[in-house]
């Protein structure tokens, strides 16, 4: 009886033994644990992964790794005051929603960096799971100090009447509906 150094069944495909053999070998690949998660000391090849994993938005190849070093260092400050009400404001546009933000210093005894949001509910109304969107995007977008109170759904309709009149120098008076 031969003993096989492979643990897989003895129909195990040609496929199946290679990939055991490789993997078998991962043990020896040195991996610089301890140094992934520094901009400063990570090796130049995962400096890509490492700004993914911390959200850098705008990332080129051609940097140079000093650049990206930089970068990838900046991320947390950055994304700490990303948040403002400008890009709040521009995030929930995209789900196609009006609000308008109150911060606290323009409200009357609110707590410090605190602000409410006043959606403007359309006139085809709004869903459950609409709103739910519209907080999601507000907890993604708002900086990391500022957190929400609540949202007050307002209303607003407008109406207008627009009439058009033409007056001649004859004695006729003629009037014409906008077109």
Do not use: C
Request: glycine share 2%; hydrophobic share 45%; aromatic share 6%.
């Amino acid at each position: 009886m031969l003993m096989s150094d492979s643990l897989l069944p003895p129909n195990a495909t040609d496929l199946e033994l290679a990939v055991e053999k490789v993997l078998s070998r991962s043990d020896q690949i040195p991996i610089p644990i301890d140094t992934l998660w520094s901009a400063e000391n990570a090796p130049e090849n995962t400096l890509p992964w490492l700004a993914w994993a911390l959200s850098v938005d705008e990332w080129s190849s051609d940097w140079s790794v000093e650049t990206k070093r930089s970068v990838i260092q900046s991320s947390p400050s950055v994304h700490k005051v990303k948040g403002a009400v400008g890009a709040v404001r521009r995030a929930i546009a995209s789900v196609s929603i009006d609000i308008n933000l109150v911060e606290w210093w323009q409200q009357e005894s609110a707590v410090p960096f605190t602000f409410r949001a006043d959606v403007v509910i359309p006139e085809s109304g709004i869903s459950e799971s609409k709103l739910t969107e519209v907080k999601r995007v507000v907890a993604a977008s708002k900086n990391a100090r500022s957190h929400l109170t609540h949202f007050r759904l307002t209303h607003e309709q407008s109406a207008g009447v627009f009439m058009t009149a033409m007056l001649s120098v004859r004695d006729k008076i003629q009037i014409y509906p906008v077109e």
